[in-house]
């Protein structure tokens, strides 16, 4: 059985404050309403949250675009790691998100680490492509050159 809730609050890959959503009784019951995020539909719950969601929608859109013009600005940025190299061109440990968040640091771009999807640390010399996510509805792709160090 599904039921509608009003949410209270932003629920990740479900809404934001003020949306009607249906879910699960049992997700509603034990999950939601205990925490606060969601409620049973009314009119008066519908008014009191209305105001929240518009200054929410307003935020979100503000985010977005400056989302946007960060992602302008990360595609012409190319991120050059130099590293250790043994004999057999095999990397000494692997390259993850700190050491491009670094680097990125060193030309003013900061971004938080969430923000960067590298499923696995690179393990070998070459150019990658990392997907960056900005927004929920921004992405952006960062070329990363793993290079030997001399």
């Given amino acids: 059985m599904a039921t509608e809730v009003l949410l209270m609050d932003q629920v990740e890959g479900l809404g934001i404050e003020g949306d009607i959503v249906k879910v699960a009784d049992g997700y509603a019951r034990n999950f939601l309403f205990p925490r ?3 409620t049973q539909v009314t009119e008066g719950k519908k008014r009191q949250v209305e105001k929240k969601r518009t200054e929410r929608l307003a935020q979100l859109q503000k985010e ?3 989302a946007e013009e960060l992602a302008k600005k990360i595609d012409g940025v190319e991120c050059t790691i130099a590293v250790k190299v043994g004999e057999n061109g095999q990397l000494f440990g692997s390259v993850s998100v700190p050491q491009i968040l670094e680097k990125l ?3 003013g ?3 938080d680490k969430a923000k960067v999807n590298l499923a696995t640390p690179l393990h070998e010399l070459g150019v990658f492509d990392v997907a960056l996510k900005l927004h929920a509805e921004v992405t952006g792709t960062l070329k990363v ?4 160090e001399k």
Avoid: F, S
Avoid at 145 to 148: A, D, H, N, Q, T
């Fill in 36 to 38: 606060g995020i969601a």
């Fill in 64 to 66: 977005k675009g400056a």
């Fill in 105 to 107: 640091a060193e030309q």
């Fill in 109 to 111: 771009l900061k971004l």
């Fill in 145 to 148: 050159w793993i290079v030997e």
